[in-house]
């Protein structure tokens, strides 16, 4: 079989939306042999740093291995039977008592479809509640909403081969170089084969992703609005509108141009001159086939949902849509965003693109799962079940495979919300997450290369994703987990299910119910014969499959000038530029933005495991322009606070001319289990758009200021290590353990003294050096090997730190102990077993 030749097997990467095929072959370390699948038609064999350094993120550091009881006398394991009966007994409780909107599931794009489909099975069909929302509502529900209204379905309608096939690509809010690598490399290719392609990158900031742009626009954040509504008015008044498209296929063209033609002061707006303004908008109405890319930039925004709309309206103006190397293109976040959207585990969508407010839709449901207590309205937004949490109203949740602690904004919030739910289930596959140490029940679930199920990516493209390896202690795929609650919940007959091809096939089949016709664009009637050896083998398959899909194909929806309104027809949507919420002032004078770096993923519980992708950004930061630097007399490398009146965090300055001086940016990946302080949702206020409930991650005011150290630590452990009573710490992957760089305002002695208390000596050797300079060294040898290495003083060069690495790593001899304190206080005056 294909999928197991040679011992490799073919599975999908666990990261980012592009959805890239690998082969991954055990080793007999217990890691995987990774490489990338030449027949996958996302990436065809390339993979980018992230997907190449899977297989050394399966080592089982953190796992969370059985079911437990926590308590503040202490945590309790428990068996799976115990552990589900309880969850299954809370639950009914609750509702019995208080009502089915009392409870709530809070779900993930790292879900896979299978696991998304029970859940918001058992709590739209038969807990009654559309309380789930999926943490993908922080990532694009706005271009779901931009999508419904425009063309009355979630309906993405380009393939990646469009990028390849256009003659110019706008690119906006996306630094597509490091958050879609490998579609970043397909359209680096597709301009080395065709240097005339034009590619346009619209970001406040200079990213990696302009390297290869012809232009890049820095506009003014939250600018989009206007931007597109100026190029929409610059098509009509030089009659570059597909007039025989818009009169056959749209409505509301008329209201839409004229708010278009209303905007005002776009340069100021944007902040772009009229020059980039008309080269723009010419180049958009003189290529013919145009694809715009957006992603976050677009979508996290209180107006996110008419950025949308706005991008949608210059492509339906233009008749630039449905057509080869044509379209907007939202490019997905998370490996299984659109798989939630697919099956509806969004709280305001009822399953398989059907409605709430389509009473056939209802009917079909309830008839198809057999039961009278679905839900007939929407639930609660991801910010508004928190909220609800928070107040009370909802007294039981269920997070799985996400950690709203660290990705939500206003993490206080968040922390004040789950202290005071009665019940609060965290199903995970690692044991110490923000959000689990709040958790009163953690269930073990199964990680990528364990489970298995399918992830549909950025095309609408469906992938089987494949158990590789065993579970460590009692971890169980998602979808049993919930299975065996909704069984003791009294719903057995609707959950009994043994595989998840099963789970599948049932899902496919809900796709086709009143679809004969294709009515609705999300169609799978081509795989609902699929027996456990087709689901076992099932090659990637585009969707609508109208069969099965033995072959790679691309096809584009909409090309048949048909959109799943009533009537048929797209609508453009009036849209006007509306300021973000978070206004500067003299306290709070700089917008904060966030966003991801090139080698970590969301909260690094897994890239967080690879020494190698730790290389890349070793630490939380803060990018500043220069000018702001001099302003605030913050150095490069020096520690800086960003504050509001929410809160504050501690992150290493970066100065850089790649950013306005007005701007701020902050990578949202560490947290407090990998850095003190670090994390920019302390700072975001959660204000959303009101459409789409996505929240403004982009653009938050604040202020900073130096902080200034006196001492600094080096400390690599081969276990991670609790450094609460320090001023900064941010731990690092390092071969065969963990690095901690800490600063601190207490002089190099006091630093040493508090650090000393965390070297672990019991059974074990202690070499110490102290020197002249204020240097002081610790070794813990456990026999020949290091495991533990502390270096106080006063301050580190990076070269510094990667000799202390380097000599952790290799000290494996007795002499290289020794090497180290050498190597490191070659003016020590001590060298002394302690
Ligand atoms: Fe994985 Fe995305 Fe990288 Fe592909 S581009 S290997 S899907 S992270």
Redo the contacts with the bound molecule.
């Keep these: 079989m294909a999928e197991h030749n040679e011992g490799w097997i073919k599975t999908t990467?666990?990261?980012?939306?592009?959805?890239?095929g690998?082969e991954a072959r055990p080793k007999h370390s217990g890691e995987l042999e990774i490489r990338g699948d030449k027949e996958h038609p996302?990436?065809y064999g390339k993979?980018?740093t992230?997907?190449i350094a899977l297989g050394e993120t399966v080592i089982h550091d953190g796992r969370l291995l059985s079911p437990t009881l926590k308590t503040s006398h202490g945590n309790k394991k428990l068996s799976w039977e115990a552990a589900t009966t309880m969850v299954a007994e809370k639950f009914t409780q609750t509702i019995q008592e208080y009502g089915s909107d009392s409870v709530a599931f809070y779900v993930s794009g790292q879900l896979l479809t299978e696991d998304y489909y029970v859940a918001n099975k058992l709590i739209k069909g038969f807990m009654g509640t559309a309380n789930i929302d999926s943490n993908s509502r922080l990532c694009m529900a706005s271009s779901v909403v931009g999508h419904k209204r425009a063309f009355g379905s979630d309906t993405v309608p380009v393939c990646y081969e469009d990028i390849e096939q256009a003659e110019m690509v706008v690119i906006v809010g996306s630094n597509l170089a490091w958050c879609?690598?490998?579609?970043f490399q397909r359209l680096r290719a597709a301009k080395q084969e065709n240097p005339s392609l034009k590619i346009v990158v619209i970001d406040p900031r200079k990213t990696d992703t302009c390297e290869i742009a012809n232009t890049h626009l820095p506009i003014e954040s939250g600018s989009d609005v206007a931007l597109f509504n100026g190029l929409l008015s610059h098509l009509i008044e030089l009659d570059e509108l597909d007039h025989e498209f818009i009169s056959s296929h749209t409505d509301h063209f008329d209201e839409t141009i004229k708010a278009a033609l209303a905007q005002q002061d776009i340069e100021e707006i944007t902040g772009l001159t009229s020059q980039q303004l008309i080269q723009f908008y010419s180049d958009f109405s003189s290529s013919d086939k145009v694809v715009t890319i957006y992603s976050q930039g677009v979508n996290q925004s209180s107006s996110g949902s008419d950025k949308v709309n706005s991008i949608l309206n210059c492509h339906l103006a233009t008749g630039k849509i449905g057509k080869v190397g044509c379209g907007p293109f939202s490019v997905t976040g998370q490996?299984n965003a659109m798989g939630g959207r697919e099956i509806g585990a969004l709280a305001n969508t009822l399953t398989a693109h059907m409605e709430f407010d389509n009473p056939e839709h209802l009917q079909l449901v309830s008839d198809y799962w057999q039961t009278d207590t679905l839900a007939t309205k929407p639930g609660l937004k991801a910010i508004d079940m928190f909220d609800a949490i928070d107040s009370g109203k909802i007294k039981a949740v269920w997070i799985m495979a996400t950690n709203p602690m660290v990705s939500l904004p206003n993490s206080d919030k968040i922390r004040s919300a789950l202290e005071k739910c009665p019940l609060v289930v965290v199903s995970d596959c690692i044991a110490d997450t923000e959000t689990s140490r709040l958790a009163d029940v953690v269930l073990p679930a199964q990680g990528w290369s364990e489970k298995s199920g399918t992830v549909t990516n950025s095309e609408r493209r469906i992938s089987r994703q494949r158990r590789i390896l065993p579970s460590p202690g009692e971890a169980k795929p998602d979808w049993w987990i919930i299975s065996q609650v909704a069984q003791k919940m009294g719903f057995r007959q609707a959950f009994d299910y043994i595989h998840e091809g099963e789970i599948f096939a049932e899902y496919a089949k809900l796709t086709t119910l009143g679809n004969d016709n294709f009515e609705r664009d999300l169609n799978l009637i081509g795989l609902t014969q699929l027996d456990d050896k087709g689901y076992s083998q099932l090659k990637p398959q585009q969707w609508p499959v109208t069969e099965l899909q033995d072959k790679v194909i691309n096809q584009r929806l909409l090309s048949n000038g048909l959109f799943y309104t009533p009537n048929k027809r797209a609508r453009f949507v009036p849209v006007s530029y509306q300021a973000a919420l978070a206004k500067t002032d003299d306290t709070h004078p700089l917008i904060l933005n966030s966003g991801r770096v090139r080698d970590h993923?969301h909260t690094m519980s897994r890239t967080g495991l690879s020494p190698k992708l730790a290389e890349h950004t070793c630490e939380p930061f803060v990018q500043l322009h220069a000018d702001t630097a001099t302003k605030y007399h913050i150095l490069d490398g020096q520690l800086a606070k960003v504050s509001n009146q929410q809160g504050e965090a501690l992150v290493r300055a970066k100065v850089t001319s790649d950013i306005a001086p007005s701007q701020l940016f902050m990578p949202i990946h560490w947290n407090e289990t990998t850095s003190k302080n670090s994390k920019p949702c302390t700072l975001i206020a959660n204000t959303t758009d009101k459409l789409s409930g996505q929240p403004e991650f982009k653009h938050s005011a604040v202020a900073i200021s130096a902080f200034t150290t006196v001492s600094c630590a080096v400390f690599i452990s081969n276990g991670t290590v609790a450094l609460d009573n320090i001023d900064y710490w941010a731990r690092q992957k390092v071969a065969g353990g963990y690095l901690y760089r800490i600063e601190s305002t207490l002089p190099v002695s006091e630093l040493a003294t508090i650090l000393k208390e965390h070297l672990k000596v019991d059974g074990q050797r202690l070499i110490s050096a102290e020197s002249h300079n204020g240097k002081a060294q610790w070794l813990v040898l456990d026999n020949k090997k290091t495991t533990q290495l502390l270096s106080v003083q006063k301050g580190f060069e990076e070269e510094e730190i990667t000799t202390l690495i380097e000599l952790y790593v290799q000290s494996d001899e007795p002499a290289n102990a020794s090497n180290i304190i050498q190597t490191l206080a070659s003016d020590s005056h001590s060298l002394t077993p302690a």
């Design positions: 990467c666990a990261y980012c939306g592009v959805g890239c690998i996302s990436n993979l980018c992230k997907g879609h690598p490998v579609l490996p993923w």
